[in-house]
């Protein structure tokens, strides 16, 4: 194994004899050469750079969701004046050259000069300047989903060329904007006849979403449709070029016009899916003075998943937020209600919104004024308000709706009052399965289980320390992965005998955890978790760690390894950022192929090096190391044929004969290099 060697620091810089006190401090202080730090070094991002910079602060990334989030930025501006009344059909066309535009015939965007900035036109203004717009005040727009400012401007900053006309007062105005900034100034193109609104055409950059930075047909079209189930009372024209069509799922031409609005859009969702109550429960509230509409579709399916879609603004919130709160509380306190009128009150007393939710398929959608979301991709509504707002809308139509029909609403609350018995009779089974393997465990921050009991797609994370377990339980899927953290290095069972081997506490806290036992004790069809994962640091302390640990289940359970239950994370050792790219590197050599396979020779590519999982936020944990679709891992596998020499190997680097090791180390001290360690 190389050596590391850390060179002594410059005597120049730490040196205390007379003459020579000073350090590197004083040099920078002294705004010299020596790495002086002074108001030059400052920059000021101007205009819509910071977006360009940091595109993720904005859209939330540069993968295929943020991409089509421009999108949504543009069509959501063009349905706010559809909403408020001043446009009643919106057009999207998708062009074979990767080109993209919404129009609108709403009032059009204000060309006339701006009052703060005479030299621009409103028009430029807004589509160069974060927030600027008309949705800060209540009286241009009532309820709108764009009220950062931003939106348009994001899209304009993170498109290679984005073009814009406004018909408005019988005259044409256009304007180009390549990445961002303006390409000449206004430009009156000329009267037009029986035309008003706005037209946005624009590309996404690849210098920022890099070469394949197309818009996905399939996706824009669902979320076109979506906003003309949103709101009834526009129609959407949709236009693709037919070279962009691959399959049978988006057409070339088609009108979306839904009167119904979220009742149809549910009815085509769960089509086919059969219905506990047989009917939809849909309603709408009207406008009023304190704020806007809310608009439901629920219905209570018996043999397909339970899913919330909800919108505010016609701005989808997949991770819900305030409104949908609103609705569980309504929706439930409604059984309840309904269980304490028919006498059934004590059948129902153990149910909860878990219980109630549990065979909905819910669509629902609400306009706020000023609603506030959390970051500015707007997944999470987070205006408290909402909640009651939603509470009230549906608590009483709910009531009405199920004492339209005793008989299937009785049949929807056996139903729930099922879900709940189900619900109880699990965690009961789960208590007891998980009881003996989790009683004694008594280690910084515990084993945080997973909720699933079948092991079976269960995983357990063994990571190293507090740190690293805080960073994997924010990151990890708590239905299907658990996380035990373990303190610094274990025990290494090939050199300590059985009075160290039993009386070791962390050892014995990990084989409770498993529940499965050691040696001929060893049961695998106890086993609690179908894959048992060691996730340590990328360097050499973690792969001591991950030495001792493998070397654990080699000798304790080999049966663990021969059933194919035991794998090795392969955490990234470095991040390189460049131009809106992120790509991540598990070791030296592989950050020197990413160099030279994605960076041009002269790019200044940003690198940073993790010190260790505790190092790194959740969200790079997850993206890098424990989400199952974007991770690697590693099997720990012994061939059969090659087992007298594993045992060998593993006798001889781990036991208890230090000569043994010391003989391997010299005959491999020729391929060994020593490196400056990089702290």
Not at 61 to 77: P, R, W, Y
Not at 120 to 140: N, P, Q, R, Y
Not at 556 to 581: C, E, T
Not at 635 to 664: I, W
Request: contains cysteine; proline residues 4%.
């Amino acid at each position: 194994m190389a050596k590391a060697v850390k060179k002594p620091p410059s005597r120049d810089l730490f040196d205390l004899r007379p003459g020579r006190a000073k350090t590197a401090r004083g040099a920078r202080a002294s705004g010299g050469a020596e790495g002086g730090y002074t108001a030059r070094d400052i920059e000021v991002l101007e205009g819509l750079e910071p977006v360009r910079r940091r595109p993720g602060m904005y859209i939330g990334g540069t993968d295929e969701k943020a991409l089509h989030h421009l999108f949504a930025e543009v069509i959501d501006n063009a349905m706010d004046e559809a909403i408020e009344g001043h446009a009643d059909f919106i057009k999207v066309e998708m062009e074979a050259d990767g080109f993209i535009s919404v129009t609108d015939n709403g009032r059009g965007i204000p060309v006339d000069p701006h009052p703060k900035f005479k030299s621009k036109s409103a028009l430029e203004v807004i589509m160069t300047t974060l927030h600027a717009g008309g949705k800060f005040g209540s009286d241009v727009y009532g309820t709108s989903g764009g009220l950062h400012g931003v939106g348009v401007s994001v899209a304009n900053a993170l498109s290679e060329r984005l073009e814009v006309e406004v018909a408005r007062g019988g005259q044409l105005y256009g304007q180009t904007y390549v990445r961002g900034k303006p390409k000449g100034g206004l430009q009156n193109l000329g009267k037009v006849a029986n035309r008003r609104g706005t037209k946005v055409r624009f590309k996404p950059d690849p210098e920022i979403f890099g070469a394949k930075a197309t818009f996905n047909p399939q996706r824009v079209f669902k979320m076109t449709r979506a906003k003309a189930y949103l709101f009834g009372g526009v129609e959407i024209r949709w236009h693709c070029d037919p070279r962009l069509i691959d399959g049978d799922d988006v057409p070339e031409e088609a009108n979306f016009h839904f009167e119904k609005g979220l009742e149809d859009y549910l009815k085509v969702t769960i089509n086919g899916s059969t219905l506990v109550h047989p009917d939809i429960f849909a309603g709408k509230t009207e406008k009023t003075s304190g704020h806007g509409t809310v608009e439901w579709a629920i219905g209570f399916v018996a043999d397909a998943d339970p899913f919330v879609s909800s919108y505010c603004n016609t701005i989808p919130t997949p991770d819900g937020g305030t409104h949908e709160s609103g609705l569980r509380s309504a929706l439930t306190k409604g059984i309840k209600d309904h269980a304490e009128r028919t006498n059934q009150g004590k059948r129902a007393a153990a149910v909860t919104s878990d219980d109630v939710m549990a065979g909905a398929a819910c669509m629902l959608s609400v306009f706020i004024r000023e609603p506030e979301f959390q970051g500015q991709t707007k997944d999470r509504l987070a205006t408290n308000e909402a909640t009651r707002i939603v509470e009230n809308a549906i608590k009483d139509p709910f009531d009405h709706w199920l004492a339209a029909n005793q008989t299937h609403a009785s049949r929807l609350l056996d139903y729930v009052i099922e879900r709940a018995d189900e619900r109880i009779r699990r965690r009961q089974e789960k208590e007891i399965s998980r009881k003996s393997a989790v009683r004694k465990l008594r280690l910084p921050g515990k084993l945080a289980d997973c909720t699933m009991t079948a092991a079976d797609g269960a995983e357990l994370f063994i990571v190293e320390g507090d740190s690293a377990g805080g960073s994997a339980k924010q990151a990890r899927d708590r239905a299907s992965q658990a996380v035990l953290p373990l303190r610094g290095k274990i025990l290494n069972v090939a050199s300590a005998g059985r009075d160290k081997l039993a009386q070791n506490q962390q050892l014995a806290d990990l084989v409770q955890a498993l529940g499965c036992g050691t040696g001929s004790q060893f049961r695998e069809q106890d086993l609690r978790y179908g894959r048992v994962i060691v996730m340590t640091d990328a360097d050499v302390d973690g792969a001591h760690i991950a030495s001792l640990l493998i070397t654990f289940f080699y000798r304790q359970m080999p049966k663990l390894i021969d059933n194919g239950h035991l794998y090795l994370a392969v955490p990234p050792l470095y991040r390189l950022s460049h131009g809106g790219k992120n790509f991540y590197a598990r070791d030296d050599k592989h950050k020197d192929e990413i160099m030279k396979r994605e960076f041009h020779a002269n790019a200044k590519v940003e690198i940073g090096r993790f010190k260790g999982l505790g190092e790194m936020m959740a969200a790079q944990l997850k993206e890098t190391t424990m989400d199952p679709r974007k991770r690697t891992l590693l099997q720990v596998k012994v061939l059969e044929k090659d087992r007298k020499d594993t045992d060998r190997s593993v006798e001889r680097l781990m036991g208890n004969k230090p000569e043994a090791r010391f003989e391997f180390i010299q005959e491999r001290a020729e391929f060994a290099k020593d490196e400056l360690l990089d702290v």
